[in-house]
């Protein structure tokens, strides 16, 4: 149940502890992604990603652009106009949401030191101009050319700032990948080119990660670069002193240090460019004093004589003295503190363990004064004017003054968490987002200066004076600190246009260009002007690592969001209209930590069962009929291992569950609205890999796809039949094996799909480098090349307005409007009316009205059709007491209409019930029904005409029934003639009718008899509907008057069987109305032929005689469902059975 208490608690908490950390919240968890990263791309095989693959596939991409397409182009192979091409790509946001910034600089281009440079986590560099008058900082992307890489390290030439230099890959920051080297940029920023060392085609493994650069200040040619590979063993420092044209290898980690370990940050004495010093992950710090050519250690860190180690460190050197050092160190082990601080004053030859002073903080006694992120987040920074003032970044910003005995006073300046000096009263500075990851400093030379940060939620600078950033309220920042509680700051927010936000997922709120979506490190946020046709604000509503979030799409008040770990479950009723507070927390959905509530939180919904809301653990799936009011949990058995979720668009009875396929585990598909799951076919035999997402089509309820992200295997898997076969749309070796592609498609990491509905030959796949799209239906490849960036794409949902929503990991939050979507409608349940009886008469009769379903209504979303009335009947000539028909999964609906006797000499009237409205459905042929009201009155106008039909059902073996006609007298104005029209799913080869048309001359009874017709193909129950197409001399009502069926008396035709027989040719395959069937000579004679669908119900048989001059037969199945249909051709023993695809 939903804790409407909540508000309550959680009002009193923001009021009378600040920021503290709120109940339900959760903190970021960045070692959750790199596992999820690690699962979906690291083969458990070995053969995995090279660095640098994601720019060689973008550049091979736009270099075969279209060439693929038409040499895999073949007779049969239909192509359509690329939806692409006619979409507007619009760039939503949010304008204030940033994401994390692990490098930025001062624009030395700039001597006001007002410019900044910005490098983030897979949104490019950007520039930031800040106008010291209004306080507004005005950005601009700087690499909208080249893929949204993870870039960690800036540095700029001082002598020649129109050189530049950035620097990618996280590996050994806690990040989940490698880069991609080091671009350069020679024009102030405007164009980038990569200058990594280029091996067989392919970067050099031991520039994957570039963390650190240093640039002579007197030569823009001569740069220091800290790297790693994968792995730590192999970390190095390289030199270049011709631009990076060449690099010399001037340090090897393991060499010297005997260990594994990965130099992390090499800075150099800013009096001195001769003098540098290079902190490495588990090791001492390094040293060079010939400007980084050859390097030594320096001594060990005190502090560790009893043990421990220390792992990631960080250090900076004294603004005026290049032989003091100081170092931040993340240690670890057996009764040691999680972080300390150390300094040496003579170039490392010793250190000294920094702790608090018995006069300082009690808060930081014990070197408690980090969190346990330290590999992480970790920066230091010296005051330019004071070498005793040192500025260190984990969770929070600390400043320590160093006294004379060596010992430090701390303080918190800001305080995130409220964690620090834990009292009760609102902290300083909370409103500046935690997880620090580097700080730099600009001065006036004389003595004051600026602070200028980069964490989680992006840029932070502190006011400028002689003490900056000690203030409270003397910080700009993002909006919101950490959870959603906006700053309160009285500045503006200087991250404003800087967007950069890793989105995991996001939703559009239907009628409306309101977006909601979680990101990484930031929450959860939702758009607040949704009047907006671009960019726009938003609010930050939920907290922690936001995932995926579900709005309703019947009530666009509804909405549920998520954090990590199922946690932070929570439901808004009123659009969101007052931000976070208008969300309410939710009981269980979150499950027990024994099930495995997975880091990357799914949460799925359907339009059509739009109260119906899924989620999974490791062990099971959860789900609610009642838009989480209430919550049930089914735990699956051994051979399914949850990570993803996936409700079938075009039927949502069809629930696919699971993440990893192997010999003992697979996905699992419920045919029940997720009650219960039964495993699938493997796509292939010993597979083993987890899929990084699972897809269905928005009109083909059979189809299903399953997304992969291994190197050089298979990308995208598609089923036609519910998961029983599969065949690989991205062209790699069968069987799951290594290989190249054959069609197009790039070798990266692929995250989401969406079909057009409109034309199910346009596929669109998001991947690492962006948007690729095929025209047709997968058989080649071609990225798109617009506005949208080469960015990672998390995710895409099918939206109403004519849009498909994109969820960009760098980049926020995207549309694509297609002109062809702007009338999309989720596929619903079709339904059929007819009248029990078309003509009634005056005195009193009724007549009810019947209907057919194509398939089964949802059990949580009744149909519901409401009737207009017209015609010439007068209200008191009927009674229709009840305009509404509502129809449930277990109860049929029932609505009638009657006459009423009078005395008036009238001619026949005529009622019109017209389908004014429906609900969770669509009329499947007429939306109208006519009826005649006969009247009695009058001697001299023609008969009325009445028909009953004496049995509702026939056996197919012969058996018959009668439609049995009745006048109201006897013939007056000439032979009443009546033409019959019959529909229904069975076919004109399964009856056989006496009479049609039927002459009555005299008297005033009439019969026409139908009679089944035997066959040997096992069907499903068919349907034949009855109308009355024309009537002659007689009054009535044309249109249905009623239905019989057949009831079939064949074996099934297993659904998993195919059989091969020569001289058959079917097609098109896919096929939109029509099949083909193409029969040579030795099929001559009586043929006959069956359609089934996928549950192996006959929806169509027709018996054909083939010859020379007759040898191709149409069979036409408009009038069913889109998806999978098996086509049986049988001639006495011998036998072809075949599956088909129907496509719109």
């Known amino acids: 149940m939903i804790r409407f208490y909540f508000a309550f608690i959680l009002i009193f908490f923001t009021v009378s502890c600040g920021e503290k950390l709120q109940l339900g919240e959760k903190a970021t968890d960045i070692k959750g992604w790199v596992e999820y990263q ?17 720019e060689v596939e973008l550049e091979k991409l736009l270099r075969n652009k279209n060439l693929i397409q038409f040499s895999n182009r073949s007779s049969d192979t239909e192509f359509s106009q690329s939806a692409a091409d006619k979409s507007t790509f619009t760039e939503r946001g949010p304008q204030n949401a940033s994401g994390r910034t692990r490098a930025i600089i001062i624009d030395r281009a700039d001597p006001s030191g007002n410019t900044y440079l910005a490098a983030s986590i897979g949104g490019g560099i950007w520039r930031g101009v800040y106008n010291t008058s209004t306080l507004n900082m005005t950005w601009s992307n700087l690499t909208p050319d080249i893929e949204n890489l993870d870039f960690v390290s800036l540095a700029q030439s001082e002598s020649n700032p129109s050189v530049m230099y950035a620097g990618t890959g996280e590996r ?206 970790n920066f230091i920074a010296i005051n330019p004017f004071n070498d005793r003032e040192v500025y260190v970044g984990d969770i929070n910003i600390h400043k320590f003054s160093v006294r004379d005995d060596t010992t430090k006073i701390s303080q918190a300046i800001t305080d995130v968490y409220s964690q620090i000096n834990s009292d009760g009263v609102p902290k300083i500075n909370g409103y500046v987002h935690p997880d620090q ?114 709005t309703h799409w019947e009530d666009p008040l509804r909405m549920m969001l998520t954090c990590q770990n199922n946690g932070c479950a929570k439901i808004a009723y009123d659009g969101g209209v007052n931000g976070p507070w208008s969300f309410w927390y939710v009981n269980d959905f979150e499950q027990d930590d024994s099930e495995g509530n ?138 799951f094996e290594t290989g190249t592609s054959s069609n197009g498609f790039p070798n990266v990491g692929v995250n989401a799909l969406v079909v057009m509905p409109f034309d199910p030959n346009i596929i669109w796949i998001g991947t690492e480098i962006g948007l690729l799209e095929s025209t047709d239906a997968g058989n080649s490849w071609n990225s798109v090349n617009s506005n949208l960036p080469y960015v990672k794409i998390n995710d895409f949902e099918i939206a109403d307005q004519g849009q498909i929503v994109i969820a960009t990991y760098g980049r926020g939050i995207w549309t694509a409007t297609i002109p062809e979507l702007m009338d999309f409608k989720p596929k619903e349940s079709g339904i059929s009316l007819r009248l029990s009886k078309d003509t009634i008469s005056e005195d009193g009769d009724i007549s009810f009205i019947k209907y057919d379903l194509s398939r089964d209504v949802s059990p949580h979303s009744p149909m519901k059709l409401v009737f207009s009335v017209s015609g010439n009947a007068s209200a008191a000539d009927y009674e229709f007491p009840k305009d509404t028909l509502t129809i449930t999964n277990s109860k049929p609906g029932n609505i009638s209409i009657s006459s ?121 129950n068919e349907s034949i509907i009855l109308k009355v197409s024309s009537i002659s001399n007689a009054g009535g009502a044309l249109g249905s008057i009623g239905s019989v069926t057949i009831l079939d008396d064949d074996e099934p035709v297993p659904l998993s069987l195919e059989v091969v027989s020569e001289g058959v040719h079917i097609y098109p395959n896919p096929f939109v109305d029509d099949i083909k069937i193409e029969l040579d000579r030795s099929w001559d004679g009586d043929v006959e032929v069956s359609i089934y669908d996928m549950f192996g119900r006959n929806y169509k048989t027709k018996n054909v005689i083939n010859s020379s001059s007759n040898s191709t037969h149409q069979i036409n199945i408009s009038a069913y469902n889109y998806g999978l249909f098996i086509i049986k051709v049988k001639q006495k023993e011998r036998v072809l059975i075949k599956k088909l695809i129907r496509r719109n």
């Open 38 to 54: 690690k699962k979906i791309k690291d083969h458990e095989s070995g053969n995995n990603y090279y660095p640098g693959y994601r």
């Open 172 to 377: 050994a920051l806690s990040g989940d990948d490698n880069g991609s080297g080091i671009y350069k940029s020679s024009d102030g920023g405007n164009t980038w080119s990569n200058i990594t060392p280029i091996v067989s085609g392919k970067i050099d493994a031991g520039f994957a990660n570039v963390y650190r650069i240093i640039v002579d200040p007197n030569d823009s040619n001569t740069l220091i670069i800290a790297t790693q590979y994968k792995y730590y063993c192999q970390s190095y420092l390289f030199k270049s002193t011709d631009g990076g044209a060449n690099f010399s290898l001037v340090y090897d980690a393991l060499s010297d240090q005997g260990q594994c370990i990965a130099v992390t940050q090499v800075v150099y004495a800013p009096t001195d460019f001769s003098i540098q010093y290079a902190a490495t992950r588990g090791g001492n710090v390094i040293k060079s004093v010939d400007s980084g050519s050859s390097w030594t250690q320096t001594s060990d860190f005190d502090g560790f004589e009893g043990g421990g180690y220390y792992s990631r460190n960080e250090i900076a050197v004294s603004h005026s003295d290049p032989n003091i050092i100081y170092a931040g160190i993340k240690s670890g082990g057996s009764g040691m503190p999680p972080f300390m601080l150390n300094v040496s004053y003579d170039g490392g030859l010793d250190w000294h363990h920094v702790e608090e002073s018995d006069k300082g903080n009690s808060e930081y006694l014990g070197d408690n004064w980090i969190g346990q992120q330290g590999g992480y987040n």
């Open 437 to 550: 990851h580097t700080m730099t400093t600009f001065s006036d030379g004389i003595s004051k200066f600026r602070l200028i940060v980069g964490n989680d939620g992006g840029p932070a600078i502190s006011d400028f004076s002689s003490d900056p950033g000690v203030l409270d309220k003397s910080w700009q920042a993002t909006e919101f600190m950490w959870a959603w509680t906006p700053s309160g700051s009285s500045k503006p927010p200087i991250d404003v246009g800087y967007r950069t936000t890793q989105f995991y997922h996001a939703t559009k709120v239907k009628g409306k260009n309101q977006y909601l979506g979680g990101t990484q490190d930031n929450g959860t946020y939702l758009t607040r002007e949704p009047n907006s046709n671009g960019l726009q604000e938003a609010s930050r509503v939920g907290s922690g690592d936001g995932f995926e979030s579900v």
């Open 598 to 735: 997975p880091f990357y939180t799914k949460l799925e919904s359907s339009k059509q069962d739009a109260d119906m809301i899924y989620g999974i653990t490791n062990n099971g799936v959860i789900r609610s009929e009642n838009f989480g009011d209430s919550w049930e949990y089914s735990k699956l058995g051994s051979e399914y291992e949850g990570g993803e979720i996936e409700v079938s668009e075009a039927n949502p009875r069809f629930v696919y569950a699971g993440s990893y396929i192997s010999q003992n585990t697979s996905i699992h598909l419920s045919k029940d609205w997720g009650k219960t799951f039964e495993p699938i076919n493997h796509p292939y035999t010993g597979m083993g890999g987890y899929v990084s997402g699972i897809y269905s089509h928005p009109t083909e309820d059979s189809t299903v796809y399953l997304l992969f992200s291994y190197h050089e295997r298979a990308k995208v898997l598609e089923s036609k039949d519910l998961g029983n076969s599969w065949k690989d749309l991205s062209g790699y070796p069968d069987n």
């Open 900 to 1020: 009423i006797q009078d005395v008036i000499d009238e001619s026949y009237e005529t009622i019109k019930l017209k389908v004014s409205h429906i609900e969770n459905g669509e009329v499947i042929g007429s939306d109208e029904l006519n009826l005649v009201i006969e009247d009695d009155d009058n001697a001299n106008s023609p008969p009325g005409v009445g028909f009953n039909i004496n049995r509702s059902t026939i056996n197919e073996n012969g058996d018959s029934f009668d439609i049995f006609i009745q006048l109201s007298k006897e013939p007056n104005q000439g032979d009443v003639e009546i033409l019959f029209g019959f529909d229904g799913t069975a076919s004109d080869d399964d009856f056989t009718v006496s009479d049609n048309p039927i002459k009555i001359s005299s008297g005033t009874t009439g019969k026409v008899t139908l009679t089944a017709v035997q066959d040997e193909i096992d069907e499903p």
